[in-house]
């Protein structure tokens, strides 16, 4: 079992940053491979990024390739997504998740955060 907490979401200006955490518990947390998603009102949940349990592999969505980074802390429980060059589309709710696989889809995902909200203001 994982809970997994997200924080660092808020209100940002186009062309801002921000740094989203997701604090784990639960001891099996470095076996996990970590996805980010986002949901905007009244569409899918998407893939936003994901990293293997060792950091070594990581895949991006196309809408954020070369703004967004991953990483994670296997040591603090914690995974990161530093948000570059917002823009008002990246306005979503962002979920961190765990998998048992890298998976950019969300169906294989097995344990959620609650989510935080990111809106960018134009």
């Known amino acids: 079992q994982v809970q997994l907490v997200e924080s660092g979401g808020g209100l940002v200006q186009a062309g801002g940053s921000l740094r989203l955490s997701c604090a784990a518990s639960?001891?099996?947390?470095?076996?996990?491979?970590m996805g980010w998603f986002r949901q905007a009102p009244g569409k899918e949940r998407k893939f936003v990024a994901a990293?293997?349990?060792?950091?070594?592999?990581?895949l991006y969505g196309d809408s954020v390739k070369g703004r967004f980074t991953v990483s994670r802390d296997n040591g603090k429980k914690t995974v990161y997504l530093q948000m570059d060059s917002l823009k008002p589309e990246d306005t979503a709710v962002y979920y961190c998740?765990?998998?048992?696989?890298?998976?950019?889809?969300?169906?294989?995902?097995?344990?959620w955060g609650q989510g935080t909200q990111v809106t960018v203001a134009s």
């Open positions: 639960g001891r099996t947390f470095s076996y996990y491979y």
């Open positions: 990293i293997t349990w060792s950091g070594t592999t990581i």
């Open positions: 998740a765990a998998a048992q696989t890298l998976a950019v889809d969300f169906h294989d995902y097995d344990f």
